[in-house]
């Protein structure tokens, strides 16, 4: 089990295979069953407050769930301080139980996608996690990731998707952590290249990988 804080509020926890099997789960009991009623979910608060400091007593728990590979699931867990309305109501609100997970879509027919990033360390954070899916292959998903700069954010095209690909849903679930998916339009893609500056061209997540990963 790996923990990540990325920011006051949130944390990111992979959880391999074995973590899985010594907490006697499958995955289709991880995403059939609720949570919180769940050894494995515990544990992940207990380690995450020991690891990083997330303390989530008082806090509304928002849980976001995605399978990376077959031997990872990898959950987003961000936190939410209590309101005024819920201590008018304790009923309304239960430390640690009040959850929503959410199992994500994505369309797998698009040749081309455009993704954007807040902040470049974003898009670092990504690559970083590609880097630990031993399975991914990005030339055999694409060969032309370019990342362009434009108004303050970073913006990755990715053109000529090979849509067979067989992890290219692990792919687009995993980006989505990081950065949000903008509408396809030759327009704005010819707006990215004729106004927006080039930061990587064709190989972004390779160089990024290479250059800004551990």
């Keep these: ?13 992979i ?29 992940m608060l207990s380690k995450a407050e020991q ?10 728990l928002l849980i976001e769930a995605f399978s990376s590979t077959d031997d990872n699931f990898v959950f987003t867990i961000t936190k939410y301080e209590k309101t005024e309305s819920d201590l008018s109501d304790e009923k309304t609100f239960s430390p640690r139980k009040k959850l929503t997970v959410k199992r994500k879509s994505v369309n797998l027919k ?4 455009i993704y954007c990033f807040e902040e470049f360390e974003n898009f670092c954070n990504f690559c970083q996690f590609l ?17 362009y700069w434009y ?18 849903k692990n792919f ?17 893609q010819n707006k990215l290249l004729e106004y927006g500056k080039v930061i990587m061209r064709k190989n972004a997540i390779t160089t990024g990988i290479k250059y800004f990963c551990n």
């Excluded at 880097?131 to 032309?144: A, L, R, T, Y």
């Excluded at 108004?151 to 290219?168: D, E, F, R, V, W």
Aim: proline fraction near 1%.
């Design 110 to 113: 698009s040749t081309n996608a």
């Design 15 to 43: 959880v391999n295979h074995q973590d899985l099997k010594d907490n006697h789960i499958d995955l289709h009991t991880l995403m059939t069953k609720t949570l919180e009623n769940q050894s494995l979910f515990f544990e």
């Design 1 to 13: 089990m790996k923990i990540e804080k990325l920011t006051e509020n949130k944390i990111r926890i």
């Design 51 to 60: 690891e990083v400091g997330f303390y989530t007593d008082g806090c509304r």
């Design 151 to 168: 108004q303050n954010k970073y913006y990755l095209i990715i053109s000529n998707i090979n849509i067979t690909y067989p992890n290219l």
């Design 172 to 188: 687009y679930s995993a980006i989505s952590e990081f950065g949000k998916s903008i509408h396809f339009s030759n327009s704005f």
């Design 131 to 147: 880097n630990h899916i031993q399975q991914f292959e990005s030339k055999k998903m694409s060969k032309d990731f370019s990342l």
